[in-house]
């Protein structure tokens, strides 16, 4: 439905003619016929008026990076493509505005799933899914996503700049919960629960947590990779770990 979309507004002739010609004319024409996308992704991420103005020109150079791109015969939609390539570009602006910006691990696990499922079902759908399709894509309720777009809002990057209690708050942890147990996955208000109690680690201790479940290594790998020996590793996983327990109960 989405290449039959595309093909009636006469898009895919377009990228065609495009990828055979390289013309620089049919690229910009390409690229302004879009730009309400890259508006549209930039009000959404600016802090004001002025930032806006910035964003959009990041986002153009994301859109000429997609329209040069795009393989219009692999049937996603273009829409769907250049709002990934887009979004990135943004985000790579802003973090390199605010490199000390130190955003908690609960909130990047909710809001790079929320950005999963939704540039999944975009290329499904071919088109902006509902709140409601997104809570089923993410097995959450409804509020759940509704909650995790407030928690978007309270931590847009400029304008956290400038604190230390890293956020608006804590997240409503009853409104993103699992609507259905999935075998081999922790429910997402578990998830967010144990993130909470790993930023509360000391520094090294989180490291250890990432190195020793996250990337799987070992003791020994890790003691190699830190500098420390393996008895110090064991030592700091027994610590780390009666401390997490005693954070999560």
């Not at 990934?84 to 000390?100: A, K, N, S």
């Not at 997402?188 to 250890?208: G, S």
Request: overall charge neutral; glycine content about 6%.
């Amino acid at each position: 439905m989405a290449v039959q979309a595309l093909q009636a507004q006469g898009s895919d002739p377009e990228f065609e003619a495009y990828a055979k010609s390289r013309s620089l004319e049919l690229r910009d024409r390409i690229v302004l016929s879009h730009m309400g996308l890259v508006k549209s992704i930039a009000s959404h991420h600016a802090a004001g008026q002025a930032q806006r103005d910035d964003l959009e020109q990041v986002g153009c150079v994301g859109l000429i990076k997609a329209v040069e791109r795009y393989d219009s015969t692999l049937g996603v939609p273009f829409e769907a493509y250049a709002r990934t390539v887009v979004t990135g570009e943004i985000f790579h602006y802003l973090r390199d505005l605010v490199p000390v910006l130190r955003v908690p691990r609960w909130y990047r696990t909710l809001n790079r799933r929320l950005h999963e499922s939704h540039d999944r079902l975009v290329v499904t759908l071919g088109r902006e899914p509902t709140h409601e399709e997104l809570a089923g894509d993410m097995n959450i309720q409804v509020d759940g996503v509704k909650e995790i777009l407030r928690l978007r809002d309270s931590y847009n990057l400029m304008s956290l700049s400038d604190r230390q209690d890293g956020g608006e708050g804590p997240p409503r942890i009853d409104a993103i919960r699992s609507a259905r147990h999935q075998t081999f996955r922790l429910p997402v208000e578990d998830r967010i629960v144990l993130d909470r109690a790993v930023e509360q680690l000391a520094e090294f201790e989180r490291r250890v947590v990432e190195l020793f479940f996250y990337k799987d290594l070992t003791q020994t790998e890790i003691a190699r990779r830190l500098g420390f020996s393996q008895k110090h590793i064991s030592r700091t996983l027994a610590n780390t770990l009666r401390k997490l327990k005693e954070e999560i109960r």
